[in-house]
Each structure stands twice: as C-alpha cells, then as structure tokens.
C-alpha cells in the first residue's frame, strides 16, 4: 500500500495539477460564498460553516475524479489492476491518497476561511482538525469506490458528482452541524453525536469499499 500511495504522490509532486485544482476551486467557492453575506450580519456567522464543507465537498469532488482519471490517461489502470497485490489494498491506497491531498488544499483553504469569516484562528485550525479528517476520510471513502466506478463512463466528469453528493449528505451535514457548535465556542463533547456519526460513516464505507472494489473495477 505504501508504494501504490508513493507512486501517487511522486506522480502529483511532479504535475501538482491534483492540488493546484483543489485549491483553486476551494479556494473561488469560499470567496464567492463569503461575498453573499453582509459582514456585520449574524447571519454570515451562522452559515460560516455550511460555507466551508461546501468549498471542501465541491473541490473533493474535482481532486477524487482526478485520481482515476490519471491512471485511464496514462494507460496504467490495467497494469494497476494487474499487479500482484490485493485490490481492496489498491482502494486503501487511493483513499489515502485523496484524503492526503484534499487535506493539504485545506491548509491553505481554512485559515483564508478563518480570515473572511474573522474567525479566532488558532482555536478554529485546532479544533476544526478532527471533524476535517473524519469528514475527509469519509467523503474519500466513499468518492473513490465511485470514482472507480465512473472512470470507465463516458459521461465520468458527470457520472461521479451524481452518484457520490447524494451519499456523502451524512458527511456534509455532520460535519456542518459539528463546526457550527465548534465555531460557536461550544466544547467538543457536545458535538460527540456529529462526531460518532462520522465515524460510523467512515467506517461503514472504508469496510465496504474494501471488500466491493475488486468488482467496481472488473469489465
């Protein structure tokens, strides 16, 4: 699994062209979104967070189709596919990868979210981190399995969005419920509900996509 996620990431540190998307989409979608609130309405405190997951849902997107989309381009999906390794380790892999990459755009997305949103910055990055990885990692494990599936489409760029947005509604409403109470100074534990249903997501749909992707990717 190690070297399958290290092939992905030499491959992106050499064309970017995964991140530079992710960010550049994330990064105009919260722009756009910040513009639509008046800044000294409480309102724009209280759709902060809807804000947010929709600039890290819509640039997932673009960086998860990515991530087959380069190994159809380059004609390695069936030398991937034949490779002696297990295919629920290639998925791993894959979700890994995406969930590295979408975690990196953050890093840059957050604290310009932070500043539009003036947002305490420090407390924001800390205690936005877990709920981010959590909704990442399930946002990825879903996503990929698609991804593999939608790749062999003709209609790929439309066929992954439809089919993945509807099942990724959990991820994006606990984790807009789960930011809200963060954001709003409220401790941790009261947003443990949000917290556990990420989990169970991710763990759900890890298991899942670990034992079904050896068929989404057959002929």
Known sequence: MIAL?????????????TLASLLMLGLLTLLILSFAFDPMSELR???????????????GVLGIN?????ERDNECMQGL???PVDRGTIYLA??????????AAQLIVVPIFVFFF????????????PVLALGLTGFAAVGTLFAAVSVRTRAREVMLPLLLLPLAVPVLIAGVKASAQI???????E??????????????FLVVGWLVFEYAVEE
């Open 118 to 129: 003036n947002l305490p910055l420090t407390m924001a990055l800390a205690r936005l981190a």
């Open 94 to 103: 894959k979700v890994l990868g995406n969930v590295l990459f979408m975690a």
């Open 183 to 189: 954001l709003a100074g409220k401790p941790l534990g």
């Open 191 to 204: 947003a443990s509900q949000w917290l556990h249903l990420l989990i169970g997501f991710d763990a759900v």
């Open 66 to 70: 990515r991530s087959f989309l380069t």
């Open 5 to 17: 996620l290290w092939k992905d990431l030499q491959i992106e540190f050499r064309t970017k062209e």
């Open 45 to 59: 405190g209280e759709a902060a967070p809807a804000v947010l997951w929709v600039a890290v849902i819509f640039a």
């Open 81 to 83: 596919l034949l490779a």
